[in-house]
Nanobody, 130 residues
Framework: QVQLVESGGGLVQAGGSLRLSCAAS????????MGWFRQAPGKEREFVAT????????YYADSVKGRFTISRDNAKNTVYLQMNSLKPEDTAVYYC???????????????????????WGQGTQVTVSS
């Protein structure tokens, strides 16, 4: 089992930057595909970014591509989301999530499917003012 704790959210002006962190418990962090999702008020949770177990493969939602960067440090059991050029529409609660894929999945595997993720953090609020 994995416990996930996000941090780094806050209030920032449009055009600014934030870096979110998600610390995972346990000794098998490198076995998990990691993802970031977000939920804005009155909207459904949506995919933001995902990263493969080794960190060599990443995938982004079109809305954040070129502005956000997902990365991971398996030695520190932590996944990051660097968010640049923030917009008011990025305002949301951001969640990290972990997926332990079947062994037949390659090391480059990642997923943007919310229902594939087994573990979720409690979320961190990001507010972007105009």
């Amino acid at each position: 089992q994995v416990q996930l704790v996000e941090s780094g959210g806050g209030l920032v002006q449009a055009g600014g930057s934030l870096r979110l962190s998600c610390a995972a418990s346990g000794r098998t962090f490198s076995s998990y595909v990691m993802g970031w999702f977000r939920q804005a008020p009155g909207k459904e949770r949506e995919f933001v970014a995902t990263i493969s177990r080794s960190g060599g493969s990443t995938y982004y939602a079109d809305s954040v591509k070129g502005r956000f960067t997902i990365s991971r440090d398996n030695a520190k059991n932590t996944v990051y989301l660097q968010m640049n050029s923030l917009k008011p529409e990025d305002t949301a609660v951001y969640y990290c999530a972990a997926d332990r894929p079947p062994s037949y999945r390659s090391g480059a595997y990642y997923t943007n499917e919310e229902n594939e993720y087994d573990y979720w953090g409690q979320g961190t609020q990001v507010t972007v003012s105009s």
